[in-house]
């Protein structure tokens, strides 16, 4: 039976595969399905704005990375978080109407790389705002992004705690994304929602 029409072949069947599903089909069922598939795919890729997208990603991936920072300024290190910055930047990219091309998949991954580290760095900030007070001192926020970046610049083994942070929080952030992201390089390839012909 056809996969389109339902109807029977009577041996006439193009063995056709698409998104990595096999089927069997009308030599017109073929023709015709790819057709609309191919022009509801270019339709689809017109709509939405990879600027607006790439912004909502940046938004969701800041919003995402609160968790980070309030765990992170508590005392602990939860790198599953990154995670949690990934798919926020997905759904920030998604509400703003970002289009659906292979653009999106690498404006999800940078904001979520951005959000790993902007998260990281702010806990280590506010961490030394706080310490400071307790000291007696108060450290105004220029004065404080000062501080973090000359402890960093001279301090190689607070440089390295850092990074492996921002590394660990990467990972976890890229591991947990990563079904996502490979499903939309999938979803707006050449290949994708497009009957190739087996025979």
Not at 93 to 117: C, D, N, P, Q, R
Not at 141 to 158: H, K, M, P, Q, R
């Amino acid at each position: 039976y056809c996969s389109s029409c339902g109807e029977k072949l009577n041996g006439m069947g193009i063995p056709a595969i698409m998104n990595g599903v096999v089927y069997m089909l009308h030599e017109g069922c073929f023709t015709r399905d790819d057709e609309q598939m191919s022009a509801a795919k270019e339709e689809k890729q017109k709509q939405g704005s990879v600027a607006k997208g790439t912004l909502g990603a940046f938004a969701g991936a800041i919003i995402g990375a609160i968790p980070w920072t309030i765990v992170s300024c508590l005392g602990y290190f939860v790198a599953f978080l990154g995670f949690v910055i990934g798919i926020a930047s997905k759904k920030g990219y998604e509400m703003l109407g970002g289009k659906e091309t292979k653009a999106k998949g690498f404006a999800i991954l940078a904001s979520t790389i951005v959000g790993v580290i902007l998260a990281e760095s702010v806990a280590i900030m506010i961490s030394i705002g706080i310490l400071a007070t307790q000291e007696g001192y108060y450290l105004g926020i220029a004065e404080i992004v000062f501080t973090f970046i000359y402890g960093l610049a001279n301090d190689s083994s607070a440089l390295a705690g850092v990074l492996g942070n921002i590394a660990l929080g990467v990972l976890f952030a890229i591991l947990g994304t990563w079904s996502t992201l490979s499903e939309i390089f999938k979803s707006t390839g050449k290949k994708a929602d497009h009957f190739t012909r087996l025979d």
